[in-house]
């Protein structure tokens, strides 16, 4: 145990018990996102493993979306405690919640690409907190995961405190771009990846995901699947 646990308890972030993050009382009542709720994460409607429905899919349209959790409870200030209160080193032991079949969709070749932050609200917040967070999953897959290809061109309003639909769309509008050619690293060629997958820490209207899936099909990436902790 490192000193700063003694001098900073861990506290159960939803009952405030001393000893971790998420006590074992709490993680009982944590609301997994099972198959049968499942969305598509352009109309949201019900979809057979979250994947886009055929009559809502476009040529730079999302593939796909799994969330792990719904977004209450322990897992909403979980989120909340990372974007607001700083807490960065609650990552790893939020991933571990995540069951291990939850994963079984993910192309083995995927690449893993966070949502980027403003880089005003970055210098704020010290961290990107869906980076935090697509790293550990990253790590605990054993796959890729690039910062690099993209960038938040404008800074936007955070979509859970905007309750008007239309509103949340009209904001993600313009709102990403890429980093730098996808073609380019430091100088050298290499080939675009076949597939990436796209993560953030919550999926609300998805306006968030299919604006930078739509960056990433243009620059013809042929599949993005997004990942969410919540929704």
Known sequence: MHLLDFLFPK??????????????????KIRFI??????CPVCERSA??????????????????TSFFHYDGVIQKAVKALKYRFI?????EFV??????????????????????????????????????????????QIPMRTEVL?????????????????????MKNAFSLHSPLRLRSGQAFSIPHSMVLFDDVFTTGATMRA?????????????WGITMAR
Request: glycine share 6%; with cysteine.
């Open 88 to 92: 960065s080193d609650l990552a790893n």
């Open 212 to 224: 930078a899936a739509n960056i990433l099909k243009r620059a013809g990436v042929e599949f993005v």
């Open 11 to 28: 506290r159960c972030l939803a009952c405030g018990k001393i000893g971790k993050y998420f006590c074992n009382r709490c993680v009982g």
């Open 96 to 141: 571990s919640l995540i069951p291990q079949s939850s994963f079984f969709l993910l192309p083995k070749s995927s690449t893993f690409v966070p949502i980027p932050l403003h880089s005003a609200r970055l210098r704020h917040r010290g961290f990107n907190q869906a980076e935090l967070l697509g790293r550990a999953i990253a790590n605990k897959l």
């Open 151 to 171: 960038k938040r061109t404008r800074s936007t309003t955070a979509q859970v405190e905007m309750k008007d639909r239309d509103k949340r769309l009209t904001n």
């Open 34 to 39: 099972e198959q049968r709720e499942t969305i």
């Open 48 to 65: 057979i493993h979250g994947a886009t429905h055929p009559s809502c899919k476009t040529q730079y349209t999302i593939d796909g979306l």
